[in-house]
Each structure stands twice: as structure tokens, then as C-alpha cells.
């Protein structure tokens, strides 16, 4: 896919991560169980994995900063985060290039760490003081299996605009040979 097709993609997942939030507000005194999407991280986990390495970075880092600045409250973090997990997601690239199921427990891996890693950066900071049983139980899991359910959706629609871009560019290509074999005839 294109880089400026799969910003753009991101920034959609993104926004659809914004509409999940206000559509179905978390609680955060943790006295119910909540749902945070994580569909804007999977995405850029799944579409940066084969990118340069300072394309890589770059565009972790972009996405990152839209995150801190427009969807959360924990500026540097989130930018660190997805930098960080952007360039060593694709240093694991031969190993996961061909293995959905590998590529797909890698982003979900990831997703894991990064919900892990804001608790304790906000429990260190002070901003979360809730046990980290509680928090499991009123976040992670019910957050965990949704967003597992989203990645498999996610695979299956970037799957699909593979095959269509792959399917374009046949028929592209097989428009230039007629082209050249209509330009070899007429010259004879």
C-alpha cells in the first residue's frame, strides 16, 4: 500500500477510535467495565511493519503525536510508545511477512505492552491509583477481547485492499503489454 494511503488509513482508524470513545464513554472510576479501542495502533503496527526504517519511525511518530494531542492526556508517552514499537515492529518483518497468524499475535503483543506500560506510567505519575487486579478486571479484559475481535477485522480489510491493488496492478500491466504489442505491429 501507498504511504499516503496508509496515513490516510490511519487517521481514519483513528477517528473511528474517537467515535468508539464517545460512543461508549469509559468509566474511569473503574466501577464498571470499559472499552478503549486501540484500532489507530493496530492499524500502524500492521501498515508500517514493511516500511523503510525512517519511514517507519517517522510516521510512528506522527501518529503518536496525534494520539497524545488530540485523544489522550499523556503527552510524551504515547509518542514514545508507538515510535519506539513502530521501528521494532519492523525489524521482526522476515519473521512475520508471510505468517498472518505470527503478524497478527505480534500487534496484538504490542497492544498488550502498550496497555500495560500506560498503567504503570500513569500509576508511577499518580494520575491512576487503582489496583492493578481492579484495573485488569474493569479494563484489560473486556478491552483485550474487543480489540482482539477489531485486528482480526482489520487483517481481513487490509487482506482485501491487497489483493485489490494487486489486482489493479495485473490489469495495468496487462493494459501496457497490449499497448507495446500494438505499437510492435504497426511499426511492421
Not at 487517521?11 to 468509566?27: G, Q
Not at 493496530?42 to 519511514?55: G, I, K
Not at 521501528?87 to 511477512?97: D, H, N, Q, R, T
Not at 492493578?132 to 487483517?155: M, P
Request: glycine share 6%; charged share 15%; net charge positive.
Amino acid at each position: 500500500m501507498k504511504l499516503r494511503t496508509s496515513l490516510i488509513f490511519i487517521l481514519i482508524c483513528l477517528l473511528i477510535d474517537d467515535f468508539f470513545a464517545f460512543v461508549w464513554p469509559s468509566d474511569f472510576t473503574y466501577a464498571h467495565m470499559s472499552f478503549i479501542s486501540h484500532l489507530g495502533f493496530m492499524a500502524l503496527m500492521l501498515l508500517v511493519v514493511s516500511q523503510s526504517w525512517l519511514t517507519r519511525i517517522l510516521l510512528s511518530f506522527l501518529c503518536g503525536i496525534i494520539t497524545d494531542f488530540f485523544f489522550t492526556q499523556g503527552f510524551p508517552l504515547h509518542t514514545i510508545l508507538y515510535t519506539c514499537f513502530g521501528y521494532v515492529c519492523g525489524l521482526l518483518y522476515p519473521w512475520i511477512k508471510d505468517r498472518l497468524l505470527y503478524r497478527t499475535l505480534w500487534v496484538f503483543v504490542l497492544m498488550l505492552l502498550q496497555d500495560i506500560v500506560c498503567f504503570i506510567f500513569f500509576s508511577w505519575t499518580g494520575t491512576l491509583s487503582i489496583p492493578f487486579k481492579q484495573w485488569l478486571y474493569t479494563f484489560g479484559f473486556f478491552s483485550w477481547i474487543l480489540n482482539g475481535l477489531l485486528l482480526l477485522g482489520l487483517e481481513y480489510v487490509l487482506g482485501v485492499m491487497d489483493r485489490y491493488t494487486m489486482i489493479r496492478q495485473n490489469r495495468i500491466l496487462k493494459m501496457e503489454r497490449s499497448r507495446y504489442r500494438k505499437l510492435r505491429f504497426m511499426r511492421k
